[in-house]
């Protein structure tokens, strides 16, 4: 027997709701998408990523399937588990998680069952995000035009520059987190998720990028898509010999941007906070903006100048993580699935390879899971980049059509 490591994260997964709209004959954790149920989708992500205590919130009376699922999902992680009852509101069942906490948990993460799809690398990355005095939670920036109404009536628009839709999972440093709920216990206050119940006790909620594959499981039209997107990632991915053959399609990209502009550098889908920013229309993320062209020029769907150019004003300032998510749904939307992205920057600064992992997940996360390497390199001091005039960067990007 493997004596595993204690860890001292743990991921909350919130499985006590009915799922009324959904209109299952069983709770919506315990429906299933293919022949797996949503809560052992969920758990298969959870442990697909690093190790960590989990905690499965079930229903009263379902105790019983869901350790099931649970130790079916944990293989030989089975110690590192446990299932408690929830409460009547979301609020108290993660409640009754969090009393489950083992004595070593510095972080803890509360984790959507619904929210079956969510990467492995989403996971990671909030994980990795989360610092002794803030929360974390992962989110899409908002693309529909948003109105506000009142009854049939349209009042006025609503600048969604400012608006993120939030996903799970969402982490906390554990003490705080604790007197939070502790705090909310005594108020008697109900709050939407956990990061509204984060602020409200005074402690500060940061974002990153979150997934498209993170989308909770609430209608049956979200159970199709769930089982839909399941059905295109069985198909073959490099078929051989196929009567009607998928041929993957590759695509480069190469973005440049020299120092001089305003505020954070931004690189990679991060902040590099004391090294000067680069200049460009959005916030100059040559890496990112080079994928999205890698990505576009594959799928023949144009450039990043006819989606994101000057001509469209919604972008300027917007993070390369915006970007990355806006031409992921371009693609899906032609009917493209990402295959990985290979990207180089050339600069002599920031210093990279510590924080290389990190932009990977981040990029990774705002592409759907899709695998992103990253490398850099300088120039030998030849060139505007050794020069350290600005940076540059190559991209190159593998696509398949959904046959």
């Known amino acids: ?104 948990i510095t972080t803890v993460l509360v984790h959507d069952a619904a929210r079956a799809l969510t990467p492995p690398s989403q996971i990671d990355a909030v994980t990795g995000a989360v610092t002794a005095d803030a929360g974390v939670i992962p989110a899409l920036s908002v693309i529909d035009t948003i109105k506000r109404v009142h009854e049939s009536e349209v009042v006025a628009g609503v600048d969604r520059s400012e608006l993120v839709a939030a996903q799970t999972p969402q982490g906390f440093p554990r003490a705080p987190l604790e007197a939070a709920y502790a705090a909310a216990l005594s108020s008697g206050a109900e709050y939407t998720d956990d990061a509204a119940l984060f602020a409200a006790a005074g402690y500060d909620v940061r974002h990153i990028a979150g997934s498209a594959r993170a989308f909770k499981i609430t209608t049956p039209a979200d159970l199709e898509r769930a089982r839909l997107m399941l059905t295109d990632a069985a198909a073959p991915q490099h078929p051989l010999v196929t009567s009607s053959p998928v041929i993957p399609r590759v695509g480069i990209g190469t973005d440049v941007h020299a120092f001089g502009g305003d505020g954070t550098l931004w690189l990679a889908g991060l902040a590099w906070p004391g090294e000067p920013a680069l200049s460009g229309h959005s916030d100059g993320d040559v890496v990112a903006h080079a994928i999205v062209d890698a990505l576009l020029g594959a799928a023949g769907l144009g450039d990043i100048g006819e989606h994101f150019g000057t001509a469209h004003p919604e972008y300027a300032g917007a993070h390369g993580d915006v970007f990355l998510a806006r031409t992921r749904e371009i693609l899906s939307e032609a009917e493209f699935a990402i295959g ?18 990190e ?45």
């Not at 350790?67 to 079916?72: A, K, P, S």
């Not at 293989?75 to 993660?94: K, M, N």
């Not at 992205?341 to 290389?356: D, E, H, I, K, M």
């Not at 759907?368 to 960067?393: K, M, P, Q, Y």
């Open 340 to 357: 990985n992205v290979s990207v180089q920057f050339q600069g002599n600064r920031p210093r990279f390879s510590a924080r290389r992992a």
């Open 1 to 104: 027997m493997t004596l595993l490591p204690v860890p001292t994260v743990a991921i909350i997964v919130v499985a006590a709701g009915s799922g009324t709209r959904l209109g299952g004959a069983a709770p919506k954790a315990f429906v299933g998408i293919d022949e797996r149920s949503v809560l052992r989708h969920a758990l298969d992500g959870v442990f697909a990523a690093a190790p960590a205590q989990v905690i499965v919130v079930a229903p009263a009376g379902r105790e019983g399937d869901a350790e099931t699922e649970l130790f079916d999902a944990a293989g030989d992680r089975r110690d590192l588990c446990r299932v408690v009852v929830g409460g009547e509101t979301r609020q108290q069942s993660v409640a009754a998680g969090l009393g489950a906490l083992w004595g070593d």
């Open 359 to 403: 932009a990977e997940s981040t990029l990774s996360a705002a592409l759907g899971g899709a695998s992103v390497n990253i490398s850099a390199t300088t120039t030998d001091g030849l060139g505007f980049t050794g020069r350290g005039e600005g940076i540059a960067a190559t991209a190159i990007a593998l696509v398949h059509p959904h046959p």
